[in-house]
């Protein structure tokens, strides 16, 4: 339904910062509430923040609190993920995702990803 293209990843130093990026096509995401999981190696995906399509309250994972955030440009149809202070454990492959509310996003229940970006952090 919505197309959803990641960049922005890739290798960066313990300390080190990170912008991704989501493009989206096929349809506007104005009225999407947009997402950024991540999945690490043997672990589950993860939802680390959230933005409404209303773009006013955040959601992040206690995880990244203070570390990441998340922004949207809907004249752009793309949304932003800007990573600070990133450690070894925030390897993982990055997956943007748009759902018709942060509920049914937090829930899984209708939610349209992207193919992933991976970001390795290490020194």
């Known amino acids: 339904q919505v197309r959803l293209v990641e960049s922005g990843g890739g290798l960066v130093q313990p300390g080190g910062s990170l912008r991704l990026s989501c493009a989206a096509s096929?349809?506007?995401?104005?009225?999407?509430?947009m997402g950024w999981f991540r999945q690490a190696p043997g672990k589950e995906r993860e939802l680390i923040a959230s933005?409404?399509?209303?773009?006013?309250?955040?959601f992040y994972a206690d995880s990244v609190k203070g570390r990441f955030a998340i922004s949207r440009d809907n004249a752009k149809n793309t949304v932003y993920l800007q990573m600070n202070s990133l450690k070894p454990e925030d390897t993982a492959i990055y997956y943007c995702?748009?759902?018709?509310?942060?509920?049914?996003?937090?829930?899984?229940?209708?939610?349209?990803w992207g193919q992933g970006t991976q970001v390795t952090v290490s020194s």
């Open positions: 096929g349809r506007t995401i104005s009225m999407y509430a």
């Open positions: 995702a748009a759902s018709r509310s942060v509920l049914s996003m937090t829930i899984r229940g209708d939610v349209d």
């Open positions: 933005i409404p399509w209303t773009g006013d309250t955040r």
